[in-house]
């Protein structure tokens, strides 16, 4: 699972994937909309009785927000249901000792079952802002697995090690926060070309990358007729298919 904002939780369960199911969590950076869900999640799988491990891979900080989920805000509510469990006769450790974290920038993880995990660094602000990679620091992925590839782009612009991830991949998730039409101010303007790329932006990464298709997520609300045309308006820029992301989605990756 790649990031784990808000609702997670819930949402897996729409799915109908239970949360000790899940095996491996890419945290791609620490904005609270891609994390807000993460200490649910963990803790949802331990008290539903996983032991580990879960491997959880993301870029330097990670450790330090995960501890201070299990080990401050719900370490009360850990110590209550280990001692419960003792009380029943039960052993129950905390779920820090069912995680394995891994702080990494740019490096390619065997998960095993043939599923190869490539990270590598992408640019989310960290340039303009001149914030340092322990002040910030966020990762984009690419997933192989049966000779497909999966590139997810995190919140990013071009640059740094996206064109490397996203090369020839059968799919391309890319954040497009805005359409061509909404550049119209400076905000906007620096937000699309150093924090958070716009529509033609992901096109055109997806296109300089060969990628097979490219599926547009963290959309700016728009209308449904809005989100049509700004695929649309894409083609101009990139050759392959342009999917609108929206929850519950699947993707068939052939």
Same mark, same amino acid.
């Given at each position: ?9 819930? &949402? %897996?369960? *729409? ?13 791609? @950076? $620490? @904005? +609270?909309?891609?994390?807000? /869900? ?31 989920? #299990? ?16 009380? &029943? /006769? ?14 990494? %920038? ?17 640019? $989310?602000?960290?340039?303009? %802002? ?9 990762? =984009?992925?690419?997933?192989?697995? =049966? =000779? ?10 071009? /640059? *740094?090690?996206?064109?490397? %991830?996203? *090369?020839?991949?059968? #799919? ?14 400076? /905000?906007?303007? +620096? ?12 096109? &055109? ?12 997520? @963290?959309?700016?609300? *728009? ?14 820029? +990139? ?16």
């Amino acid at each position: 699972m790649v990031d784990a904002g808000r609702g997670v939780a819930s &949402q %897996l369960a *729409k799915a109908g994937v239970r949360m000790p199911e899940v095996d491996v969590i890419v945290v791609t @950076h $620490h @904005h +609270f909309d891609h994390i807000g /869900g993460l200490g649910d999640l963990i803790m949802s799988a331990w008290n539903i009785g996983r032991s580990g491990p879960i491997r959880v891979v993301g870029p330097p900080g990670t450790r330090e927000v995960i501890s201070a989920l #299990l080990e401050g805000v719900y370490w009360r509510d850990v110590n209550y249901r280990i001692v419960e469990e003792r009380a &029943q /006769g039960h052993s129950m450790e905390p779920p820090m000792e069912m995680l394995e974290i891994d702080e990494l %920038l740019s490096a390619t993880v065997d998960l095993g079952r043939g599923v190869e995990l490539t990270v590598g660094e992408v640019e $989310h602000g960290s340039a303009a %802002l001149n914030l340092s990679v322990e002040e910030w620091a966020t990762i =984009g992925c690419r997933i192989e697995f =049966g =000779g497909r590839s999966i590139a997810i782009s995190g919140d990013a612009v071009a /640059g *740094k090690q996206l064109h490397e %991830l996203a *090369k020839d991949a059968d #799919l391309l998730v890319m954040c497009a926060y805005v359409a061509a039409s909404e550049i119209d101010n400076e /905000g906007t303007r +620096f937000l699309t070309e150093h924090v958070l790329a716009g529509a033609p932006q992901a096109a &055109q990464v997806a296109q300089d990358a060969s990628v097979a298709r490219l599926a547009l997520t @963290h959309i700016r609300e *728009k209308t449904d007729s809005d989100v049509q045309r700004m695929c649309a308006e894409l083609a101009d820029i +990139f050759d392959g298919e342009v999917i609108a992301g929206v929850d519950m989605m699947i993707i068939e990756v052939p």
